[in-house]
Structures are given as C-alpha cells and as structure tokens.
C-alpha cells in the first residue's frame, strides 16, 4: 500500500503506530494508495450516520464511488473518497490524527475487502504461535481479559488491543497486527494463524460453551466495520470472509468474571490443555 502527497504522507507518518508497518517502496505499481485531493464529492445517498465525540460521521455513495465525511462541530471536515474503478482512496481536508487515523482504517477496509479481508474490533492474544481473539462490546473486558492471559498465562502476548486485521489465505485464517490498537499501544508487524474467537459477557461466574455457526456468525458480526452493513457491493463480500474464517476457526462465549481463573478456563478450552494437580 502506499500513501502519496507530501502533506498526506507528513501526516500519516507522526500518527502514533504506523512506523512499524512502513516497508520502502519496490517500485512496482501499488496495489491499493492513499492519494491526497482537494474535491469533496457530494453525497447521492448517505447510508450511515453517527454522532460521537463531537464529530458527526456519514458514510454513503457518491456519483463515482463511496463517501466517509468525519465533520467536528468546532473545525473543518475530513473526506475520504473511494473510488472502486482506481482502488484509490483519496483524501482532502482536516488531517487531525484524530480524524485522519479512523479515515485511514475505513479506507484500508474498503480497499483489502476484495482480498477476503476484514479488520475486527476485539483484542487478540498469542500464545504457542497462534492468535486467539477476544470479541465484546465496548466496556465489556477485552483489554481486561488479553490482560489476564499476560499475567496468567506463561509465554501469551498481546497482537492487537483494538482491531487486528483478519485475513484467509490459501483456505487458512490469520490475525495480523495493525497500526490501530486502541487503549492498550501494541503495534506488531506480525501474523498468526488463528486459533479462535471468543465472545466475552460479564457475569458472577465462569462458564464457556462452544457456538454453533449461525450464533458464531451472530458473535463475530456486531464487530466487523458497522458501515459496510449498508451496502451490498460491501456486505456480501464482508459476509463471506466472515463465513469462510467461521468455517475453519471455532468460536466460543464466555461469561466471566475479570479474574485470573477466566483466563486459565479459556486458554484450557481453546488450547486443549489438561491441567495437572498435586496432591
């Protein structure tokens, strides 16, 4: 992937995160591009609306391909203009890191779709070479429960505490690092294969229990990119990436408590591991 434009570039490059994934040019045409612009396109149709952190954010068609506006109420907007002919996203206006770092994840999904890609919010863990993700709501213990593998379980290590980038290859699934990862700074230029999903809820115990596809469908969904769910030249492919790692990865719910005992019950089911006792 690359990014053009100085001003864009300058930008991308002191947003936190986004040096361990840089890789010098090859010379070779890109594939996917980030290229500065200075249009903004109207809207024919805006099909998602969001209001959050004083920032309104549409997401919609315009008369040459799919629009994100990110509009602060105190400052100047940011654009993001895909055009599906070029594969380029282009990108004009405010380039606030605030602004520009959630600019960049929705164009990178919209580029990467089409390569049965799909970045998931959740935290994911390592352990014995293999990814494990951590699905929920916010404020449901992602961060928390990554956290307990750490100090609970020996050799575990954190990818990604916000949203690793899940892709199938060669009829595998793996877990890549991203330059987005939330509360928790881990920016890993890494892949694991995946081992798992697991949907946590909090309860006043400790149970896990295996899904069946269409309630690990029903698990996994809620934390794909909630705009490509209103279009369907998005959606289809999103829902067949999401079909395609469900069919080869299992996916499980864990109700819990946030104590190191919840974490030593997941890594024991979803690794197989027998715990010895003595006497």
């Given at each position: 992937m690359e990014v053009q434009g100085d001003e864009l570039c300058t930008a991308v490059e002191v947003l936190q995160g986004f040096a361990p994934f840089a890789v010098e040019a090859n010379g070779e045409e890109p594939q996917l591009c980030f290229a500065a612009a200075d249009r903004v396109k109207t809207f024919t149709k805006v099909l998602y609306e969001l209001e959050h952190e004083g920032v309104v954010t549409r997401f919609g068609h315009t008369a040459e391909g799919l629009r994100l506006c990110m509009q602060p109420t105190d400052d100047a907007a940011l654009d993001l203009l895909y055009s599906p002919a070029d594969r380029v996203a282009y990108v004009a206006g405010n380039l606030a890191a605030r602004l520009l770092r959630f600019a960049l994840w929705i164009g990178y999904g919209l580029m990467t779709l089409s390569h049965r890609t799909v970045a998931i919010h959740s935290s994911c863990i390592v352990y014995d070479g293999r990814a494990v993700l951590f699905l929920g709501e916010?404020?449901?213990?992602?961060?928390?429960?990554?956290?307990?593998?750490?100090?609970?379980?020996?050799?575990?290590?954190?990818?990604?505490?916000?949203?690793?980038?899940?892709?199938?290859?060669?009829?595998?699934?793996?877990?890549?690092?991203?330059?987005?990862?939330?509360?928790?700074?881990?920016?890993?230029?890494?892949?694991?294969?995946?081992?798992?999903?697991?949907?946590?809820?909090?309860?006043?115990?400790?149970?896990?229990?295996?899904?069946?596809?269409?309630?690990?469908?029903?698990?996994?969904?809620?934390?794909?990119?909630?705009?490509?769910?209103?279009?369907?030249?998005?959606?289809?492919?999103?829902?067949?990436?999401?079909?395609?790692?469900?069919?080869?990865?299992?996916?499980?719910?864990?109700?819990?408590?946030?104590?190191?005992?919840?974490?030593?019950?997941?890594?024991?089911?979803?690794?197989g591991v027998v715990m010895s006792c003595e006497l």
């Open positions: 916010s404020g449901t213990g992602k961060s928390t429960h990554t956290r307990l593998w750490r100090e609970h379980i020996e050799g575990a290590m954190l990818l990604n505490d916000d949203s690793p980038v899940i892709r199938f290859e060669e009829g595998r699934v793996y877990a890549y690092g991203s330059p987005w990862s939330g509360k928790t700074p881990c920016y890993c230029a890494e892949r694991y294969e995946l081992k798992a999903c697991v949907r946590l809820s909090q309860a006043p115990h400790n149970r896990i229990s295996k899904l069946s596809l269409l309630q690990a469908y029903g698990a996994i969904h809620p934390s794909c990119p909630p705009e490509f769910a209103y279009d369907e030249s998005l959606y289809d492919p999103m829902s067949q990436t999401i079909g395609d790692i469900l069919q080869r990865v299992p996916c499980y719910h864990m109700a819990c408590l946030p104590d190191g005992e919840a974490a030593r019950m997941t890594w024991e089911t979803v690794f």
